[in-house]
């Protein structure tokens, strides 16, 4: 029997997550969390999931860990120690991961070719794209096509996430900036 390479990844997210969790410096999170993107990247890129695959390489390992270290620039690396426990946080992330599993059991089998994603809409993309949209890449006629509006309301959201993103940390930046030199300049300034 083969195990396949999805399995090696998926227990490779695993301890990267449990790392990122652990570890207490949030320089080292940080770029922990930029390579768990790019192994999911990978992962999805393996599941045929191409366009999700590229989404998450540059979002989610890009510019994620940008924001990361720009973040990071304006504050300490390392986290605060906490004596408190959170014990009601963790039953929340433990009934939380249960109802997820619990949600796949009725999903078909991985690669089952009769599963409902192979034989709904997909038959209809491969069949359609060249007479319909005139574009015989099928991903390209999906994307900017069948799926238009997903793809510009997911656009959207990236816009706006960035942007949201640019005015918080120029925002600290210029706090940082009125608080160095105070009200009347520089401080020992003439």
Partial sequence: MTVPVEFFLFVFLIAIAMSVAWV????????????????????????????????EAAVGA???????????????????????????GLLV??????????????????????????NHVAPEYLLGSRVDIEIPNVVTS???????????????????AAVGAMLLLGGARRRTAASSTGPDGPPGGA
């Fill in 24 to 55: 207490r410096d949030l320089f080292a999170a940080g770029m922990l969390l930029g390579i768990f993107s790019l192994v999911s990247a990978g992962m999805m890129l393996l599941m045929d999931a191409v366009d999700v695959s590229f989404t």
């Fill in 62 to 88: 890009g510019v994620s860990t940008v924001l990361f270290l720009g973040a990071l620039s304006l504050t300490d690396s390392s986290e605060k120690s906490s004596i408190q426990h959170h014990w009601t």
């Fill in 93 to 118: 992330v433990l009934g939380t991961g249960s109802l997820l599993i619990f949600g796949t059991l009725d999903m078909p089998y991985y690669g089952d070719p009769a599963a409902p994603i192979h």
């Fill in 142 to 160: 999906v994307l900017a096509s069948y799926r238009g509006f997903d793809t510009f309301g997911e656009v959207a959201v990236v816009f706006t």
